[in-house]
C-alpha cells in the first residue's frame, strides 16, 4: 500500500505560480514512474505530467514550457512547479503512483 499527500494547491492569479508537492508513504520508485492528474469541472481526469524511473519527463501539450515535474527520491517527494498560470489550468491535480491516487489539491486560477 502507498499513501500519496498532495500540498500546495490554491488561488492564483493568471501569470502566478504555485508548486505542488506530492509525498509518498513509500518509495517513490515504479517502473511507470510517477505522474500528475487533473480535473476540471465537468471534464475527464488528464494527465498533465510524468517522470520515468531514469528521470526523463513527459508533459501534456497544454502545459509544455509552463510546468516541470521534478522528484527528491530521498524525500519520496514529487513537486509539479506551475509558472505562467492561466484560468483553464484550474482543477483538482492529483499525484498518481501506478493504481495509488492521492486525495487531490485544488488549483484555482482567478483575477
Known amino acids: 500500500q502507498v499513501q500519496l499527500v498532495e500540498s500546495g494547491g490554491g488561488l492564483v492569479q493568471p501569470g502566478g505560480s504555485l508548486r505542488l508537492s506530492c509525498a509518498a508513504s513509500?518509495?517513490?520508485?515504479?517502473?511507470?514512474?510517477m505522474a500528475w492528474y487533473r480535473q476540471a469541472p465537468g471534464k475527464e481526469r488528464e494527465e498533465v505530467a510524468r517522470?520515468?524511473?531514469?528521470?526523463?519527463?513527459m508533459y501534456a501539450d497544454s502545459v509544455k514550457g509552463r510546468f516541470t515535474i521534478s522528484r527528491d527520491n530521498a524525500k519520496s517527494t514529487v513537486y509539479l512547479q506551475m509558472n505562467s498560470l492561466k484560468s483553464e489550468d484550474t482543477a483538482v491535480y492529483y499525484c498518481?503512483?501506478?493504481?495509488?491516487w492521492g486525495q487531490g489539491t485544488q488549483v484555482t486560477v482567478s483575477s
Open positions: 513509500r518509495s517513490i520508485f515504479s517502473i511507470n514512474g
Open positions: 517522470i520515468l524511473p531514469g528521470g526523463s519527463t
Open positions: 498518481n503512483r501506478g493504481s495509488y
